[in-house]
């Protein structure tokens, strides 16, 4: 793994203060924007190689786990990162508010059920860190809950890698300011009206509690098993060639090659 990754990764317990990550860092560009963008579509098409032996040895499973504050770009990275790669093999979920059925379970319930299975990836745009974030900023949950919730995710993810899942966590760290300018661009282009919630709005007055409540959840959860990654996300670019990385060097270490060829196929004709 390279230095640039090692700065950004959190694998251990610790007091985390996001002020030391700087949101607008750009420590894989080169300093060109359309050069970036095509090293992006670059990693985009080695990934689809690199995924293609992934999902034909079906020996691993990989979680994406994808968090940040409204407008980081979660579906952006999704867009770009995963431009190149067939469908097949590869899941997105997105969480919503939980339904009265999911209420009525374990607050873990309904990720449990969509975890990848061997040969697939599976990306959770939102996670079940929104158990420990919204309801705690909110005051739905003390500060004891969001413990105990926080000692469950480590075990659940504990659980998920001794059971051959791998999982890679990013933080898209954006600042208040690159928020603003993206929610004002949301307002003021009437074509992208739709992805305006004015509770956007309400959400953001409630920034620094936010970043409180993720400064003690990357603390705690980020593990040898489970690392999160900060990843600098004022700029998109950055962010995807960022994450394509990171994720190009998990999927090259857990799938080097294809299945080995099958000597009973030698010399087989079709007619």
Known sequence: MSDGLKRHRIDGPGKIHLARFDAAARPFSVGDKPADKRRVAELATELATVQDRFYALRQHKLLLVLQGMDTSGKDGVIRAVFQAIDPLGVRVVSYRAPTE???????????????????????????HYEAVLI????????????????????????????????????????????????????????????????????????????????????????????????????????????????????????????PPPQPKLSGLQVV
Request: aromatic share 10%; net charge neutral; charged share 35%.
């Open 101 to 127: 059925p999911e209420k009525d379970r374990d607050f873990l319930w309904r990720h449990h059920r969509d975890v990848p299975g061997r040969g697939e990836i599976v990306i959770f745009n939102r996670s």
């Open 135 to 258: 309801e705690y900023v909110h005051g739905w949950i003390d500060a004891a809950e969001r413990r105990r919730r926080l000692a469950h995710i480590v075990e659940f993810e504990r659980l998920l890698a001794e059971t051959g899942t791998t999982i890679v966590k990013c933080f898209l760290h954006i600042s208040k300011d690159e928020q603003r300018k993206r929610l004002q661009e949301r307002i003021d282009d009437p074509d992208k009206h739709w992805k305006f919630n004015p509770q956007d709005l309400e959400e953001r007055k409630l920034w620094q509690k936010y970043q409180d409540a993720y400064e003690e959840l990357l603390g705690r959860t980020g593990t040898a098993h489970a690392p999160w990654y900060v990843v600098p996300s004022d700029s998109k670019t950055q962010r995807n060639l960022m994450i394509s990385e990171i994720l190009l060097a998990t999927l090259s270490e857990l799938a080097p090659s294809y």
